[in-house]
C-alpha cells in the first residue's frame, strides 16, 4: 500500500486525505494544531462555501456541519476610498441559495475528530 504524508490540515489538505484514504492509500496529515486545538481555539476564518465544493464533501460524506450552517442569500462588495469613506458598494441578492457559510476552523476539525480516529493518523508539527 502506498503511503502519503499531506502536511496541512487545511480544507484542501484534509479532504485530499479523507479521498485517498477511502481510495485505500494509507495517509498521515500533519498540522501545527490538533483537531481540539482548532475546534476550541479562535475563529480563523469564515467563507461562503459554492455549490461545488459543497457536492464534493456531500459525495465523500464529509458535509458534516451542512445542516447547522446558514444558507448565503446575497453578497456584498464594497470598495474602500479615503478613510472614513467608501469608493463603491454593492450588494446582490442571490436567486437560488446553493452556498453556504460556516467556520472553516470548525467543520475541519469535525473531519479531523470524527475520521482521524477511525484511519487517518494526525500528527502535530
Known amino acids: 500500500m502506498r503511503r502519503i504524508l499531506i502536511v496541512g490540515a487545511g480544507q484542501a489538505g484534509l479532504q485530499l486525505a479523507l479521498c485517498l484514504q477511502a481510495e485505500g492509500y494509507d495517509v498521515t496529515v500533519m498540522s501545527a494544531r490538533t483537531p481540539e486545538e482548532i ?3 479562535r475563529i480563523m476564518s469564515t467563507q ?3 455549490w461545488p465544493q459543497l457536492q ?3 459525495d465523500h460524506g464529509l ?3 451542512e445542516d447547522r450552517s446558514p ?3 446575497a453578497q456584498r462588495v464594497t470598495v474602500a476610498g479615503p478613510p472614513g469613506n467608501r469608493a463603491f458598494q454593492t450588494l446582490g441578492r442571490w436567486t437560488t441559495t446553493r452556498s453556504r ?3 472553516g476552523s470548525r467543520w475541519r476539525a469535525g473531519w479531523s475528530c470524527s475520521r482521524s480516529a477511525a484511519a487517518t493518523r ?3 508539527a
Open 71 to 73: 444558507r448565503i442569500v
Open 39 to 41: 475546534r476550541g481555539g
Open 101 to 103: 457559510s460556516t467556520s
Open 56 to 58: 464534493i464533501e456531500r
Open 48 to 50: 461562503c462555501i459554492f
Open 122 to 124: 494526525s500528527t502535530t
Open 63 to 65: 458535509n458534516l456541519w
